[in-house]
């Protein structure tokens, strides 16, 4: 395993985040306690020791057997989890005021069997609460001792660079890390959100580095798609397979093959070579797992990369929300 510091903070982190929205019962094709037994086991093993979790998460359910399955390595863990998503139907239980985020932090410990995180996260950002009472909530549970680091969530580059800013006239904790989507299929975020995270020391730890499972070549283009993840994750359709999507997918089929390696190694080579500390892999099985961390070692060459990169075509925002976002419970 390589490990990389988070961003300007000196705690060390695996290169491989292992992602943990995949468990629970929310969805079809997400795997219970038993099954994620063997997923962890497997990733500490391998020198994991970096987790992502949320509230939202299956309601709790995936913070709750995070910690069932951490508790025994607390102390050589790094564990992150989010707050802004639904938690209830009342007008309190969502986004990123005080009230929220100071009952939200609590009720996580709890279900994550611990006095800390290691990273909180804001999970998206909120066109309601002012950002200088978000930042002092979250300010406040660093300095009781609550969480360790404070991290974001895809949002707009304008919004996260007014939140960093505005820390630091607040003289608070500053975010330490950014959550952003980005996979070879879904590159918006070089346009403004990655310059701004690189200039200003904030690591950048990618969610669905594979594209949702579509960039490791189970889908093909004139196949009906049929996997449980598909049938069963309603924004994996709606994101992916247009046939520009498909053109990036087969150029990585085709360069993972010239190099004797799976298609999911060589889009988490292409995210650890731009610069990502640690892409959050999403893992329903032990060997997506062990295919990841075998990724460390696969080498792309910078006619490699360019390769990789060249159908791809622009895509719509998919991760920052709009003002009339109105987010589902
Ligand atoms: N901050 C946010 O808003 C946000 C949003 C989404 C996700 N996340 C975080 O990011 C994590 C990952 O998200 P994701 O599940 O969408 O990520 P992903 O890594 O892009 O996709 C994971 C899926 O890819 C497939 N897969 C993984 N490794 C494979 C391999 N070696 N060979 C073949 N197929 C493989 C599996 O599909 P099958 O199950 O079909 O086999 C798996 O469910 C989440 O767990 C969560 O922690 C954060």
Known sequence: M??????????????????TMSFGTNEGWMVEMEDARKIV?????????????????????????????????????????????????????????RYHILREIDRSLKRLKTDHLDLYQTHRWDYTTPIEETLQALDEVVRSGRARYIGASSMYAWQFAKALFTADRLGATRFTCMQNHYNLCYRE????????????????????????????GKYLRRKKADTMRYRTDHYLANRFFRPEDFDVVERNVEVAKEKGVKPAQTA??????????????????????????EALSVKLSSDDIRRLEEPYKPHGTIGPVDPSYVPPY
């Open 268 to 293: 988490l080579a292409w995210l650890l070579k731009k610069g990502i500390t640690a892409p959050i892999l999403g893992a329903t099985k032990v060997e997506h797992v062990e295919e990841a961390v």
């Open 41 to 97: 086991a497997r990733a500490l093993d391998l020198g994991i020791n970096f987790f992502d979790t949320a509230n939202a998460y299956s309601h709790g359910r995936s913070e709750e057997i995070v910690g069932t399955l951490l508790k025994d390595v607390r102390e050589d863990v790094v564990i992150a989890s989010k707050v802004f998503f639904p938690t209830g139907e009342r007008p309190n239980d969502f986004g990123l005021s």
């Open 189 to 216: 975020e070089e346009r403004e959100m990655i310059p701004l995270c690189k200039d200003q020391g904030v690591a950048m730890i990618s969610w669905s580095p594979l594209a949702r499972g579509f960039l490791t």
């Open 2 to 19: 390589e490990y990389a510091n988070l961003g300007r903070a000196g705690v060390k982190v695996s290169r491989i985040c292992l992602g």
